[in-house]
């Protein structure tokens, strides 16, 4: 694992402990971060299920202004906050040691007001990267469907939701103001990115 491209490109990351989370590998990422290159200057980054930090740490080196990383296991956090350490982005980064499915950004925003500006400027950019087998369920109630679903609400317009999951799994179209933009499949994975848009008649 390691830095692909940026202000700390080519630096080793510590990998995560075997079975816990499913790294992603350097050639995808390299193919992710290339779709979303004109979008990461100077925006609010969020990581949740970010393992190690992988994806978070990239967008930071690639020019984002800061990261929120989202994570519950224990061995997990104590590699991202050496990984955050190693690459100097402490003054950049918040660790939330939560459930990612419980993630609340207003809950956030309140506790942590560096958000803010961030948020209300719109620069938003969400990594969402569950485990397999809690992200196959995808309707509006499920765990990833109210994720959604909040995100949703708390995001500003134009936001972009990436969400990492396997390639049998198919996203709805929708969740309430995110729509589908694109989906790209790696082997046996696939990655559907949602656009938070918001039309006339959801302004009214």
Do not use: W
Request: charged residues 30%; glycine residues 6%.
């Amino acid at each position: 694992m390691r830095i692909i491209a940026g202000s700390r490109a080519r630096m080793i990351l510590m990998a995560p402990r075997e079975f816990i989370t499913r790294p992603i590998t350097d050639r995808v990422k390299e193919s992710l971060f290339a779709i979303l290159s004109s979008r990461l200057e100077g925006v609010f980054v969020a990581d949740l299920f970010c393992g190690t930090g992988s994806l978070g740490l990239e967008a930071l080196s690639r020019g984002a202004r800061h990261a929120l990383m989202v994570e519950k296991d224990r061995d997990a956090l104590v590699r991202l906050r050496k990984n955050i350490a190693k690459l100097r982005f402490e003054e950049c980064c918040t660790v939330l040691p939560i459930d990612a499915f419980k993630f609340d950004l207003d809950r956030a925003a309140k506790h942590h007001k560096i958000f803010t500006k961030e948020i209300e400027a719109g620069g938003n950019l969400v990594f969402i990267d569950p485990p397999y087998r809690l992200s196959r369920d995808v309707n509006m109630e499920s765990s990833l469907g109210r994720l959604l679903s909040r995100l949703s609400a708390q995001t500003a317009d134009r936001a972009l939701v990436v969400v990492r999951h396997e390639k049998r799994t198919v996203l709805r179209k929708q969740y309430h103001n995110l729509y589908e933009q694109d989906r790209r499949e790696y082997g046996g994975m696939a990655i559907t990115f949602l656009e938070k848009i918001i039309g006339p008649e959801t302004q009214a």
